[in-house]
């Protein structure tokens, strides 16, 4: 079968480096607007092919998803063989469960939405739960861009800093990042109070006049990063905290909390397209930023997802690509 990939408005750009990688042009569907907002996409080129539509779910959440489902139903009703969702910023991630009655599970819904409206099989890159997989009715791959951060983390890191995981929901990821950096790890206790206030607590590990690399999946609103530089100065670690993370989302006050956390330095990855987020105040490297944060040098995941979607396409395994259990 011949490989295409289609373009979600949220990831051209990031698909159009996949593509180039591959040798395959990416296929930019048209998608018509109309005044009430409904989107109608149009995709042309793809019967009998193997596709793989590449649509991140980074804000507006809904708007992107709503895409992804059209998307993923004009692909199905345009004869494509085989059609794979690829989501490098799967928006619904984190509410994999109900904190209370009669909450919704959301990762469950879109992903059982994603499989009705056509995927077959589902790619996305570091997930906020492992859980995901279980709840995908669908074949899930579960890459991760650990690799691309721990990378260039290891080019700027002194040899005694220390890696960080701001909660413990983290420390995992944390200790990947520190077995392939060779540096010890600390651990953030926090409590979540509302969806954008967290108070962080105490630390497990020795910080003090030592630099530190703080690790997660995402940043949404800055909150836990605050918090958990905060714990790190009262701690007594060195000034400028670096801080590594997949998805840059930041939403809402995140601008405003960065800002005050005065980091020594933000990496995050094209996961989610940063011009989509510019209004938060986070730009590209080497812009200028907007409202005060340092700017945050974008990595590409596109080397990664290229990689994945070869190997699929030719079915060969994806073992040392897929996040650590």
């Known amino acids: 079968?011949?490989?295409?990939?289609?373009?979600?408005?949220?990831?051209?750009?990031?698909?159009?480096?996949?593509?180039?990688a591959l040798g395959a042009g990416p296929a930019?569907?048209?998608?018509?607007?109309?005044?009430?907002?409904e989107l109608r996409p149009a995709v042309g080129g793809v019967r009998g092919a193997d596709v793989y539509v590449l649509q991140s779910t980074g804000p507006p959440v809904n708007e992107h998803v709503v895409e992804l489902l059209l998307l993923l139903d004009a692909c199905r009703r345009a004869g494509a063989g085989r059609i794979t969702a690829v989501v490098p910023y799967f928006g619904y991630a984190r509410q994999d469960r109900r904190t209370?009655?009669?909450?919704?599970?959301?990762s469950q819904v879109v992903a059982g939405a994603l499989a009705g409206a056509g995927a077959q099989r589902l790619v996305v890159v570091d997930p906020h739960t492992p859980g995901l997989e279980a709840a995908c009715p669908?074949?899930?791959?579960?890459?991760?861009?650990?690799?691309?951060?721990?990378?260039?983390?290891?080019?700027?890191?002194?040899?005694?800093?220390?890696v960080v995981a701001p909660d413990l929901g983290a420390v995992k990821l944390a200790e990947h990042y520190a077995t392939s950096l060779g540096r010890p790890v600390a651990v953030v206790r926090k409590t979540r109070l509302t969806g954008t206030?967290?108070?962080?607590?105490?630390?497990v590990g020795d910080v003090r006049d030592r630099p530190a690399v703080m690790v997660d999946d995402?940043?949404?609103?800055?909150?836990?990063?605050?918090?958990?530089?905060?714990?790190?100065r009262s701690y007594g670690a060195r000034p400028g905290v670096v801080v590594a993370a997949v998805h840059g989302v930041f939403a809402g006050p995140a601008a405003g909390r960065?800002?005050?956390?005065?980091?020594?330095?933000?990496?995050?990855?094209?996961?989610?397209?940063?011009?989509d987020v510019a209004s938060s105040g986070i730009t590209s490297s080497g812009a200028a930023p907007i409202g005060g944060p340092p700017?945050?040098?974008?990595?590409?995941?596109?080397?990664?997802?290229?990689?994945?979607?070869?190997?699929?396409?030719g079915d060969r395994p994806l073992d040392d690509l897929l996040m650590r259990a």
């Open 197 to 203: 206030s967290v108070v962080a607590e105490e630390l």
């Open 138 to 162: 669908v074949p899930t791959e579960m890459i991760t861009a650990v690799p691309v951060l721990a990378a260039a983390l290891g080019e700027r890191l002194p040899g005694d800093a220390v």
């Open 218 to 232: 995402m940043i949404s609103t800055g909150g836990t990063i605050e918090a958990a530089v905060n714990v790190l």
């Open 28 to 37: 930019e569907p048209a998608v018509r607007r109309f005044p009430d907002g």
């Open 100 to 106: 209370r009655p009669g909450e919704a599970i959301g």
């Open 1 to 20: 079968m011949t490989l295409r990939i289609v373009a979600g408005t949220a990831a051209r750009a990031l698909a159009g480096r996949v593509a180039a």
């Open 295 to 313: 700017p945050a040098e974008v990595l590409s995941i596109a080397p990664l997802l290229a990689d994945a979607i070869g190997r699929l396409h």
């Open 258 to 275: 960065l800002a005050g956390c005065a980091l020594g330095g933000l990496l995050v990855t094209d996961s989610v397209a940063q011009m």
